[in-house]
């Protein structure tokens, strides 16, 4: 793969690929504050719940390295107590990826565990701990690959929405993880991507980063999936997501929905792909997942002209949520989990 979708490097600067430009233009930018991880997420130069995650991770290396050079927070206590504050603001960028939370977390508990230590041991604790996050990201999503491709038959044409690839994540992709392994076992796949508006992450970032890989894909309206369905044109859909609850209520873009329920009417398998760092057992349902609801210029806009009337009233929510009863199976690196999601779920978890 030509490209990367973040890093640390040596001397501490998080680089990511600006999303927000793909594909017309590939450039990265460089990032040396927590404060500038925090309004890459915001602003989804970064974005997909795994990347979310582990660029939180670094933005807290960069935000506890801040703190060293603080007099005021030379010793356990009062480090501990403005390094959770750096947590908390990271933790306000988006609300929906539930793997924020998560890498928040993980980081958190090693700040506990490492009480006695100094501050400075502390800080480099946590840089080896984001370092880890960002491998294991890569290693799970080829786990999950290994797993997903065995539910993809050769010749098959495979839908997916949003971009759950390497862009989403450390590298490999969840969703195109999936795609990605089955192709390296020489199996033809090709893919149809639905554009996802508004943002676009279809058109611009699934396209674009399968066609960097060679692997074939055709762009479609949303709207479109459903004539494509009922032709016969869709073998099966995958799509990651953000959240899932512990009852297999799946969150993920806003039209994962509507392609789910499609599929269902259609006899199409919808498979999710998903780490297990995206379920928050803490939720019995998908009702009770925070909804992102972002800014209506994304809606009432499209790259920056104007497409509807000055003054309309839009909506922008960024996410929905897509009942159990519409996906076949949740694919994750411990394997492939089967409903009842409850059960599966928990066992999956060690319960
Ligand atoms: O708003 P985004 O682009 O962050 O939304 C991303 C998605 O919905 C992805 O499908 C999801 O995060 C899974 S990424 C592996």
């Known amino acids: 793969m030509a490209f990367f979708t973040l890093r ?9 690929i600006d999303q927000r430009k793909l594909p017309l233009e590939i450039s990265y ?62 933790f306000s960028a988006r609300p929906t990826a539930v793997n924020l939370g998560w890498a928040i977390e993980r980081i958190k508990s090693l700040v506990i565990k490492d009480k006695g230590k100094t501050v400075t041991s502390i800080v480099q604790d946590i840089k080896t701990e984001s370092l880890k996050i960002y491998d294991e ?9 290994h797993y997903g491709a065995e539910l993809l038959k050769d010749g098959y044409t ?10 989403a994540t450390a590298g490999y992709g969840t969703a195109l993880g999936v795609i990605r392994a089955a192709v390296e076992n020489n199996k033809r796949i090709s893919v149809i991507a639905g554009e996802t508006r508004p943002f676009l992450q279809g058109a611009r970032l699934t396209t674009w980063e399968l066609m960097e890989d060679g692997i074939p894909v055709t762009l479609i309206a949303d709207n479109s999936a459903g004539l494509l369905m009922r032709k016969g044109k869709i073998n099966t859909v995958i799509v990651g997501a953000d959240r899932i609850a512990s009852n297999g209520d799946v969150a993920n873009k806003i039209g994962t929905y509507q392609v789910a329920v499609l599929a269902h009417e259609n006899n199409i398998p919808f498979y999710v792909a998903a780490p297990l760092s995206t379920i928050d057992l803490k939720l019995e349902s ?66």
């Open 8 to 16: 640390l490097t040596e001397d501490d600067v998080v680089e990511m």
């Open 29 to 90: 930018v460089k990032l040396k504050s927590y404060e500038d991880v925090y309004g890459a997420i915001k602003n989804m130069i970064v974005r997909g719940a795994p990347a979310i995650g582990v660029s939180a991770a670094f933005g807290l290396y960069l935000g506890g390295k801040s703190l060293l050079n603080s007099s005021e927070a030379k010793y356990y206590e009062a480090f501990k107590e403005k390094f959770f504050k750096i947590c908390d603001f990271m």
């Open 137 to 145: 990201d890569i290693e799970i999503n080829k786990n999950m690959g």
């Open 158 to 167: 495979v839908l997916t929405h949003c971009n759950a690839g390497a862009l």
């Open 286 to 351: 998908g009702d009770e997942i925070p909804i992102e609801e972002r800014d209506i210029d994304e809606v009432v806009n499209v790259f920056g002209t104007r497409i509807a009337p000055n003054g309309v009233e839009a909506l922008n929510y960024a996410f929905d949520i897509t009942p159990n009863k519409y996906v076949k199976a949740i694919i994750t690196e411990k394997g492939v989990l089967y409903p009842p999601y409850k059960k599966s779920i928990a066992e999956a978890f060690g319960k």
